[in-house]
C-alpha cells in the first residue's frame, strides 16, 4: 500500500484532477496562494498580487489584520470555546454587548439578532422564513440582477439565470421588477404600485420586499437614495415587510457601517455576513424588529451557527473600526480616488466603451465589449492585482478593496488596472 508522504509543494494540477469542475475563482486567478497580509497576497512561487477582491466583501480589514489576530490567537490559546451551537458562551455574550452598544444604539436602531448559520445565504434564508411566518402570506418581491445566496429561497430571489438554473427545479413564490429605474427607463417602484393595486394583475399582496442598496454581484447597480425612501414608503403604507441584504454593502463597505444608513431608512429585517466576523471567519446575522420575533425553539437553528472564533474577531472589529469615523471617512476618501481613476479610465479609452459606477469603496466598471471586462480582469492578474468580474454577462470589472488599504496600495492597484486596460482595449 502506498505510503502518505509530506507534500512539500502543491501544484495548480492537484485541484484539476481531485476537485469538482464547479471551483470558479482559480480560474480567473490561477495560482496556489500561500500568505497573505493586510492586502497583498503571496503564491507558493512568491510572487506578490494587490488584493482588490477581498474575499468578495469579506475581508473588509483586510488578510490577517494584527490586532483581531492578537485577539483570535489569545483566544485560542487558552482554550476558548470553538463550537457551542446557540448555548450561551462568553464570546458570544461580549459580541451581543459590542453590537448593541457600538453599532445599534448609536444608530437608534431596535433590532433582536439572530445568528442563522454561517453564511450569508443562511441569513437570506431565515429573513424569508421569518417574513412569511410573521404575515401569512407567501409571495417575495425581489429586483432585476439582485443576488442573494445559492441555496433554494435565496436563489428564488436572485435573478441571475445560470446561477437559478442550477437549481433543478422551479423557483416560486416570488416576483421580480426593475431596480431603479436602470432597466429600459422603466420605475420598478410605480410599476409594483400598479400591480398591487390592479385586482387583475395576478400579484397577491407580499410578504417582503428583499432589496441590496448596490447590487454587488449584479454588476455593481446602484439605487439612488430618494429610490430606497420610496421603496420604503411603499412598504409602510402597504404593511410589506422590507428586507435589507447587507451581507456585501455592509460592514463599512459604502462608508457607513450600514449602507442603507444615507437613505434614512429603517428596514424591518437585515441580513449580514461577510465581514462581520472581520476575519473571514464564517459568521452570520439576520437583525429584526423585537415585535417580528415570532420564532418557536429551534424552529430555525444549524450546527454552526456558534463560530466562537468569529465572535471574538467580530467584537474586536467593532472596537477597532467603528467607536469613531476615522474609517468611514477613510473608506469615502478611498472611494473618491477609486472613481476618479477609473473616469480617466474610461474617458482615455473610448474604445472600452466602459461607464464607472458605485458607492464609497464598492465600485465598477462596465465594459460595452463583450468579454472584455474578463480580459482586463485576466491581463490585471498577470500584473499582479487580483480584481474580479461581476454582472449577467461579467461585464463589470468590481473592485472590492480592503477597506484598510493606504493610499499608496490603492493608487498602486488602480494603476495597474489602467495600464491592463490599455493593453487589452479594442484599438
Known sequence: MKMFTDVQTVSIDVFDRYESDVRSYIRSFPTVFHRAKDYHLWDVDGTMYIDFFAGAGALNYGHNNEVLKRALLEYLSEDGITHGLDMGTKAKGEFLEAFQQIILEPRGLSYKVMFPGPTGTNSVESALKLARKVTGRSTIISFTNAFHGMTLGSLSVTGNRFKRKGAGIPLSNTFSVPYDSQENGIDGIALLRRMLDDSGSGLDLPAAIIVETVQGEGGINVASLKWL????????????????DDVQMGCGRTGPFFSFESAGITPDIVCLSKSISGYGLPMALTLFRPELDVWNPGEHNGTFRGHNPAFVTGTQALKQYWTNQKLTDQTEQHGRTIEGYLSDIVESMPTLRGKVRGRGMAYGMECGVPGLAE????????????????????????????????????KRGLSILADSAKAVAPI
Open 229 to 244: 425612501k420610496q421603496l420604503e414608503t411603499l412598504c409602510r403604507a402597504r404593511d410589506i415587510l422590507l428586507i435589507l
Open 375 to 410: 480580459e482586463i480582469s485576466h491581463a490585471a492578474f498577470e500584473r499582479g492585482l487580483i480584481v474580479e468580474t461581476s454582472g449577467a454577462q461579467s461585464e463589470v470589472v468590481k473592485l472590492l478593496p480592503p477597506l484598510t488599504i493606504d493610499e499608496v496600495g490603492l
